[in-house]
């Protein structure tokens, strides 16, 4: 049973990561300051938040991290996962 437990926190702690580092949820918006223009919406790597190469009428764009989306995903994989534990795994431990 022990085996189990642990193929699940693996699973789990690599979905996580998954969601919070390699798929993050981000914004692109480019523009003066006062008039921010949204561009697209997206997932994509921490590491590609920064740009400088990119040129959009004269301005570099700006790649937002979306945390309330984020906390909305790790939220919803940690409440399933739970779900999974307390109603397979629990069980047969009892």
Do not use: C
């Amino acid at each position: 049973m022990s085996n189990q437990k642990n193929i699940l926190f693996v699973v789990y702690g690599l979905i996580v990561l998954i969601i919070g580092v390699l798929l993050v949820p981000v914004k692109k918006v480019w523009g003066p300051a006062k008039d921010l223009n949204i561009q697209e919406v997206s997932y994509s790597p921490l590491w590609k938040l920064v740009d400088k190469r990119q040129d959009i009428n004269g301005y570099h764009p700006i790649y937002e991290l979306q945390i309330g989306r984020l906390l909305y995903s790790i939220f919803i994989v940690t409440l399933l996962f739970a779900i999974i534990y307390f109603a397979f795994i629990h069980k047969r431990n009892r």
